[in-house]
């Protein structure tokens, strides 16, 4: 099973940085296609924050491509710079990993989550 260590989270003012990291533990027969963060504030769904692939490929949700950076270590760590955070960014971020489980299939996982708060 893939089991992620999140680290990073707090308090910031607007306009301040954090960031945020997330290293996976597998076996070495499973594969990680990918490792990303998502976030869920108070009354609203979970969203994609951003997401980055073993290849290289990134996405980011259009509400912070502009100042989040996701970049990874390897294939297994990831680490998301957030930048010039503003109070809707306020947040549980958790992280995913996209694995593929042998003899199980292609699976998520998730962090247990790291609170970014950001007051007004």
């Known amino acids: 099973q893939v089991q992620l260590a999140e680290s990073g989270g707090g308090l910031v003012q607007p306009g301040g940085s954090l960031r945020l990291s997330c290293a996976a533990s597998?076996?070495?027969?499973?594969?990680?296609?990918?490792m990303g963060w998502y976030r869920q504030a108070p009354g609203k769904q979970r969203e994609l924050v951003a997401f980055?692939?073993?290849?290289?490929?990134t996405n980011y949700a259009d509400s912070v491509k502009d100042r989040f950076t996701i970049s990874r270590d390897n294939a297994n760590k990831v680490d998301l710079q957030l930048n010039s955070l503003k109070p809707e960014d306020a947040a549980v971020y958790y992280c995913?990993?996209?694995?593929?489980?042998?003899?199980?299939?292609?699976?998520?996982?998730w962090g247990k989550g790291t609170l970014v708060t950001v007051p007004s």
């Open positions: 995913n990993a996209d694995a593929y489980i042998v003899a199980r299939g292609r699976m998520d996982f």
């Open positions: 597998s076996r070495s027969i499973d594969i990680i296609y990918g």
């Open positions: 980055i692939t073993r290849v290289g490929t």
